[in-house]
């Protein structure tokens, strides 16, 4: 019993005891295997002394990140499935829906009123895991949730590549009131803007206007409030401090989520007073029809139907 105990590595790269014997390490460098074995010490000693749990599952975490949210939850934060609208980006829950000269199915109500931006897109659905990551970084400030988000906005603008005559195109963030910037420490849309623009290919295609757009007077809250109160509330909210730098622009307005659609179409709307040639509109998530409390598929089926049949 008197010998040293030693672990060392099979060709498959599974730890194997052995006592005394001179052994060959095989597949892995010496290097290699201390830097991997102290990274797994220091993640485990980083768990033990900082016991966290995933924010959104409760799951506890192993891993060193800034980001308190399991890479689970990550993975489940999927794209927009499905047929959307081509203008607004709506879920069309009809078979019966009608596509526009321009090509592309729109949904009953951008075929009644036609929206003042040219087109929206967005990632993910606005529920679940993603709806409670943009919280994190919203309402408990969580800043290093902005990356992820940022990777997610980068994809849903590549939705819009084909789009462009000019570039780059300006990319201009909804801005936050004066007072609530100062309360929440930053503006949510420009700071999932800033960090979209180091995602490779889209610095040399965007550039980031920030202060174009101004959020000078100061609104209740839209939570509970009808279509018609939403733009009664909102109308004269914003202004364009800077005309020269958009006229006869195409701007890409950012959000990080589309609910409505009632605080982007008023900003495209000023935006095209302004002297803007067009405007895109590029969310994290929005609101689709299938997840809006209290209307059940059927419903909203019967109801997109009847709109489609009315048009036709």
């Given at each position: 019993?008197?010998?040293?105990?030693?672990?060392?590595?099979?060709?498959?790269g599974?730890?194997?005891?052995?006592?005394?014997?001179?052994?060959a390490?095989r597949?892995?460098?010496?290097?290699?295997?201390?830097?991997?074995?102290?990274?797994?010490v220091g993640?485990?000693?980083?768990?033990?002394?900082?016991?966290?749990?995933?924010?959104?599952?409760?799951?506890?975490?192993t891993?060193?990140?800034r980001?308190?949210?399991?890479?689970r939850?990550?993975?489940?934060?999927?794209?927009?499935?499905?047929?959307?609208c081509?203008?607004?980006?709506?879920?069309l829950?009809?078979?019966?829906?009608?596509?526009?000269?321009?090509?592309?199915?729109?949904?009953?109500?951008?075929?009644?009123?036609?929206?003042?931006?040219?087109?929206?897109?967005?990632?993910?659905?606005?529920d679940?895991?993603?709806?409670?990551?943009?919280?994190?970084?919203?309402?408990?400030?969580v800043?290093?949730?902005?990356?992820?988000?940022?990777g997610?906005?980068?994809?849903?603008?590549?939705?819009?590549?084909?789009?462009?005559?000019?570039?780059?195109?300006?990319?201009?963030?909804?801005?936050?009131?004066a007072?609530?910037?100062?309360?929440?420490?930053?503006?949510?849309?420009?700071?999932i803007?800033?960090?979209a623009?180091?995602?490779?290919?889209?610095?040399?295609?965007?550039?980031l206007?920030?202060?174009?757009?101004?959020r000078?007077?100061?609104?209740?809250?839209?939570?509970?409030?009808?279509r018609h109160?939403?733009?009664?509330?909102?109308?004269?909210?914003f202004?364009v401090?800077?005309?020269?730098?958009?006229a006869?622009?195409?701007?890409?307005?950012?959000?990080d989520?589309?609910?409505?659609?009632?605080?982007?179409?008023e900003?495209?709307?000023?935006?095209?007073?302004?002297?803007?040639?067009?405007?895109?509109?590029?969310?994290?998530?929005?609101t689709l029809?299938?997840?809006?409390?209290?209307?059940?598929?059927?419903?909203?089926?019967?109801?997109?139907?009847?709109?489609m049949?009315?048009?036709?």
């Amino acid at each position: 019993m008197g010998g040293h105990w030693r672990f060392v590595f099979s060709s498959s790269g599974d730890p194997i005891r052995a006592a005394g014997t001179k052994v060959a390490i095989r597949g892995k460098s010496l290097l290699s295997i201390l830097a991997s074995s102290m990274s797994g010490v220091g993640e485990s000693l980083f768990a033990t002394l900082f016991p966290s749990d995933c924010r959104l599952c409760g799951t506890p975490l192993t891993n060193i990140s800034r980001l308190p949210v399991c890479q689970r939850c990550l993975f489940d934060m999927r794209p927009i499935a499905g047929g959307v609208c081509s203008i607004c980006g709506e879920r069309l829950l009809s078979r019966y829906a009608p596509t526009s000269e321009q090509g592309g199915a729109r949904c009953g109500l951008c075929r009644r009123l036609e929206p003042p931006f040219a087109k929206a897109v967005a990632y993910g659905s606005y529920d679940g895991g993603l709806r409670e990551l943009i919280h994190l970084l919203k309402y408990d400030g969580v800043r290093p949730a902005a990356a992820v988000l940022a990777g997610m906005l980068a994809d849903a603008i590549a939705g819009l590549d084909s789009c462009w005559t000019q570039r780059p195109a300006v990319i201009v963030p909804v801005p936050l009131h004066a007072r609530k910037r100062r309360q929440r420490g930053f503006n949510q849309s420009e700071l999932i803007c800033r960090e979209a623009l180091k995602v490779k290919g889209l610095t040399d295609r965007m550039a980031l206007h920030a202060g174009v757009l101004e959020r000078h007077q100061e609104t209740q809250s839209q939570t509970g409030l009808t279509r018609h109160q939403r733009r009664e509330n909102i109308r004269g909210a914003f202004l364009v401090a800077r005309p020269q730098e958009i006229a006869a622009r195409e701007i890409l307005l950012v959000d990080d989520v589309f609910t409505t659609g009632t605080t982007v179409s008023e900003c495209a709307r000023i935006l095209r007073r302004a002297g803007a040639s067009k405007v895109y509109v590029a969310t994290v998530a929005r609101t689709l029809k299938m997840e809006v409390k209290g209307i059940g598929l059927p419903d909203a089926l019967e109801e997109e139907e009847q709109t489609m049949a009315a048009a036709r």
